[in-house]
């Protein structure tokens, strides 16, 4: 029974494996459909490979200017979400106040609540408020849901901090900005990143709330959503496999820095 013993040894791994290529396979998919030249509308069939597409990403109309705006909201909502959910995350763990309780508790409710609830929502707020829905409106209501996830990220990570570091820093004569520049900063930036970038897939990938508040604005999602209804371009698989091509880019350079300096602290 050598092959059952190896089996039960190794079964996590084998079903790790299994999960990742489970969940890979649809981008998997997409980049190779990046290459094919289909005969009609439809980019659903093999029929044999070409670099068209990938020479003219932009050779389809208005997409390039929805991906653009996407990018935009997606950076502004990231800078955003970020510099606000990392000060509510250090409110709610170093200080104590009323309704704080409270206040975590409705910190969950963005990621708890179906989007389309909260769609509607935003919607009639801005209608009350005689908002002209546009890319103002997306930005806010990015913003708003990204916070919750930017908070839940920063928080974990300020509460595993050990308080004696900034003590130290305090009892050498350092001031509350030198304190929190070269102690409490570094030491929180890894969960402030997670939520960065976190809030950068969300809200880049958005449709429903984005679908509900944005007026005349088209961004990537509703183009790729508009031309499933007409055909779908080859371009949109080569946005999608740049855009994965990169975000395995930034994670391997975050493994590597990581691992470098946990060489250099060793």
């Known amino acids: 029974m050598p092959f059952v013993n190896w089996f039960k040894r190794h079964l996590v791994v084998i079903a790790g494996i299994l999960t990742l290529s489970y969940l890979l396979l649809p981008n ?15 980019n659903y069939e093999w029929q044999h490979f070409s670099l068209d597409a990938w020479k003219q990403p932009c050779g389809v109309a208005d997409m390039c200017g929805s991906l653009s705006i996407s990018l935009q909201i997606a950076v502004w909502a990231t800078i955003g979400a970020t510099i606000l959910g990392t000060m509510i995350a250090f409110a709610l763990v170093r200080y104590r106040f009323r309704a704080r309780g409270a206040v975590n508790s409705l910190i969950f409710l963005p990621m708890a609540m179906p989007e389309v609830v909260m769609a509607a929502s935003l919607l009639t707020l801005f209608l009350n408020m005689g908002a002209q829905l546009g890319f103002l409106t997306i930005l806010i209501a990015h913003i708003m849901f990204c916070l919750s996830f930017v908070v839940t990220a920063v928080k974990a990570r300020v509460m595993s901090m050990d308080p004696r570091l900034e003590e130290a820093a305090r009892d050498l004569y350092a001031g509350p900005v030198q304190t929190f520049l070269r102690v409490t900063l570094p030491i929180a930036a890894p969960g402030i990143a997670a939520g960065a970038l976190l809030s950068f897939a969300l809200s880049f990938d958005d449709f429903i709330i984005t679908n509900f508040n944005a007026g005349s604005t088209v961004t990537f999602p509703m ?20 855009m994965f091509l990169v975000a395995v880019l930034m994670t391997l350079a975050s493994m590597v820095i990581s691992n470098r300096r946990n060489k250099q602290k060793a």
């Open 28 to 42: 998997v998919i997409v980049t190779v459909f990046s290459f094919n030249k289909p005969k009609g509308r439809f």
């Open 223 to 242: 183009f790729v959503w508009g031309s499933a209804q007409r055909g779908t371009p080859v371009q949109i698989n080569v946005i999608g496999t740049a």
